[in-house]
């Protein structure tokens, strides 16, 4: 799928591409090497500030997984966009792996149902070019007391 085909579905769903999250440290959002495209981790920032923040789990204090669920969408969203900032117009996307982090309250196991929020984003928007194989992780924070963290791996092939 290239980018105007990409933009065309998310505007098709209802969806626009964010800006490019800036930087919480020192690093870029995104690095091509070669014919691949890794993404930092992306929160799931909107318009700059995150809505949600906490372990993910079921009880007071804590955030539901199906809230979170919706964060691992949009960190994905934001993914996409960092991609498509360092790659060419004309250049088709597959995504072949996502790593997806979740800050899980100690006995939470839904990690893969929580992260199942990135991997629908991207079968919904690129279909077959989004399928792709995948880790979700549970771990004890992530940065800025985010739920949950995405990251993504970009094959490029050229026309």
Known sequence: MN???LLARLAELGLTLPPVAAPVAAYVPA????????TSGQL?????ALSTTGKVGVGADLVDPAVA??????AALNALAAVLSVVDEDVRLRVV???GFVSSAPDFTGQP????????LLGEVMGEAGIHAR?????AVLPLDSPVEVELIVELTHP
């Open 69 to 74: 669920k919706g964060l691992a969408r949009t």
């Open 31 to 38: 690095v091509r090497s070669g014919d691949y495209v890794y």
């Open 3 to 5: 980018r105007a085909a």
């Open 97 to 99: 792996k996502v790593v």
């Open 44 to 48: 799931p920032f909107v318009a700059g």
């Open 135 to 139: 880790s979700a992780v549970g771990v």
């Open 113 to 120: 149902g929580v992260v199942n929020g990135a991997s629908e």
